[in-house]
Structure formats: C-alpha cells, structure tokens
C-alpha cells in the first residue's frame, strides 16, 4: 500500500496520444478521485506559488508576460530545445507537485485515487502509487490523433512521439496495460474490467442506475442521474434535438465525449428533459453544455441540475464553478444571481488558473457565468 492510510492510488502513464487522460476521466466515471499531476505543474510556478520565483531566478525575468505571470509557452519552448533546461526545471516543480499531489489525495473523500503524469516513473510520484497502470497504442494511432486532434503535420507528430522514452520501458513495469486503439466501446470494457479487480463489489456498483435523486409518485417532480455509457443514444438524440440540428450527434460521438467530460441527467417522471454536460480539470468545474425542455420550468430545473454539477465538482474539490450558456437562458441574468452565479469575462477572474481555466474553454458567442465554491483555496499550501 502507499503511505497514504485509507487510499488505494493508481498511477497512470503513458506516451503522448495512447489516451491517458481519457482513461483517467473513465476511471472517475467509476468512482475514483482523480489528478493531473502534469495541469498541478503549471500552478507551481504561477504568481504566488513557491515555484514563481525560483522559476524565475533559474531562467530569467524575460519569461514574465505583461500581467507578471510566467509566460508557460516561452516556458516550454525554452525547455523542450534545452534537456538541461527540462531538467532544471523538473527540479523546481517535481517536488512541488508531489506535495500537492498528497495535499489532494489526503482529503478526497474517495478511497481510489488516480494521478496522471506522464512522467510518473521518472520521479518520486511513482513512490506514493499502489498500482501502475499504462496506457498503449500503436505508433500510426498516435500519430493519427496529432495529426487530427492538435493539427500537427506528420512529420512534426512523429518527432514529439520520439522525442519520449520508449513506450515498450512504460509497459514493461505495468501491473495494468490499457490497450487504446481508437474503440471507445472496448477502452471502456478495459477500463471498467481492470477496475473490479481493484475494487471490492464495483461489479455490484457498475450495475446501479445512478440516480441521484428520484420521486417516488409521478407528480411531475424532477430528478438528476449521472449518464452512462448506456445512456448514450438517449443522450446523442436530446442534444441532436434541442440544439436543432446544430450539434448532431451518435451514440459514438457521445461515448468519445465520455472521455472528456460527464453529463448530469435531467428527468421528469422518468422522461429526459434536460441535461448538463461538465469536466472538473485543475480544480475548477467547466460546464459547457446546458440543454433543457421547451415545456420545464427552467428556474427550476436549472437549480436542480446546476446543484448536483456543484455537489459532484464539490466532491472533486473544486475551488470554482464555471457556466458557459450559448442559449437564451444566458439573458436571464436575475435566474443565475439566484443560484449565486454572476456574469464574467476570463480577464476577471483574478486567479490564473481560473481565468486559464475559461480561456480553454469557452465556446464561441457564449456567456460566462462564475460562482466561487469554496473560499480557502485547496492548493494554497504549496
């Protein structure tokens, strides 16, 4: 076991394009809590954190953007053309993420805990992992997803493919190997298997419904279930519906936002009516799809929906909840003031990772809406 009384941690790894994160939000699908210990790095060097000015001291003042922020891709530039650069500053930060690593895991409420890192062998990270799991996939896969989801060249996908440690040294220490070759329906069968061997009675758990809450008569009352892979066709329909063919989706395209986000579920007397689609990444809640029913109250099924995205991103220990509305409910200003939401743009949201947070996010033409979740910042001690 790890030295962390009460947790059960994976550590999970692998080369760029094998799909690590997408089996880490799979993994938090089923229950555990998860970490991006390579998104943490970024924190600890941002204004404020005790990596900013060693940060600094160790590669000069010429990094500063005009808000005195480290300007991350002068950062990266710097050090993936320097491998003593890299080193240094893995130096500065590896340490740091550790810490915050453990101040994260100590007070999930989650006894399975995931950290994903892409160097998670290399540093002391691996020392706190129970179990190493590694995500594969064949050379042409990875360079297909450069090439289609980063819009890299060839060329270029190839060099930062082999710009990393041999993928075969990964799979070699792996207790378990997730084999990713592009099927989402057969990642998710991987996934799901390797995590009841690891879990006493997930296969029990794997068989409940999810619902959140539920009424007991058919009095028109609403009820919120967390979406399941077998929820996707109902899932692809509503949305391919209710955007008016603007966003068509399959059951598939569904099942690959599964490895992106999760999606609360909206029901009235057991018919969907709604839903929310949400991620919760460095510790702040992103939701960025809100479809509802012509004919439901919207106050009130927005404040049934939005409390279980909060409840769920609370259990996440997310410090932030951010709202992007792209329908006409984002002029309905005085609905969102009740739900203790306010009206923003990225550059307000005084918190960098907040505002970078919203930056990667937003979708084109739609409104921001922000509720700070909780007042003490969970990662202030590092």
């Known amino acids: 076991m790890s030295n962390l009384p009460g947790k059960f941690v994976i550590g999970l790894t692998g080369n760029i394009a094998t799909g690590k994160s997408v089996v880490r939000r799979m993994l938090e699908h089923l229950g555990a809590y998860t970490i991006d210990a390579d998104a943490l790095t970024h924190r600890t060097y941002a204004k404020g954190a005790p990596g900013y000015q060693e940060v600094i001291d160790k590669f000069g003042k010429w990094l500063l953007n005009k808000d005195d922020e480290i300007d991350r891709k002068k950062l990266g530039n710097l050090v993936f053309s320097d491998p003593e650069a890299m080193r240094q500053l893995e130096a500065i930060v590896h340490p740091l993420v550790r810490q915050a690593s453990e101040i994260l895991t100590k007070r999930a409420s989650q006894p399975v805990v995931v950290i994903e890192a892409i160097k998670l062998l290399e540093g002391d990270l691996r020392k706190v992992c129970d179990s190493i799991w590694v995500t594969n996939a064949p050379e042409e896969v990875q360079v297909e997803r450069l090439i289609r989801k980063r819009g890299m060249n060839r060329e270029h996908a190839l060099e930062r493919i082999h710009m990393q440690s041999a993928q075969s040294a990964k799979v070699a220490v792996a207790n378990i190997v997730i ?55 109902s899932i692809a329909e509503l949305i391919t519906r209710l955007s008016k063919g603007q966003r068509k989706m399959t059951a598939s395209d569904v099942m690959e936002d599964f490895g992106d986000k ?81 009206r923003r743009t990225p550059e307000t949201l005084g918190v960098q990772a907040w505002q970078d947070a919203a930056n990667e996010s937003i979708p084109a033409g739609s409104t921001l809406f922000f509720k700070q979740l909780r007042q003490d910042r969970v990662l202030r001690p590092i």
Do not use: C
């Not at 690891?198 to 007991?216: E, L, M, N």
């Open 179 to 233: 084999t990713n070759t592009g099927s989402y329906d057969d990642l998710w069968k991987q996934v799901s298997e390797a995590w009841k061997e690891i879990v006493p009675g997930a296969g029990a758990a794997a068989a409940d419904t999810g619902v959140i809450k539920k009424s007991t008569t058919p009095t028109g009352e609403l009820s919120v279930k967390r979406g399941k892979p077998k929820h996707s066709s």
């Open 262 to 342: 999760a999606y609360m579920l909206l029901e009235q007397d057991g018919q969907l009516v709604g839903l929310a689609g949400w991620q919760v990444e460095n510790l702040v809640a992103r939701t960025t799809d809100i479809f509802l029913e012509e004919h439901v109250d919207a106050r009130k099924a927005l404040d049934t929906l939005i409390k279980e995205v909060e409840s769920a991103s609370s259990e996440l220990q997310s410090e932030a909840s951010l709202i992007f509305v792209v329908s006409e409910l984002s002029s309905q200003e005085d609905l969102w003031k009740q739900l203790g939401y306010e």
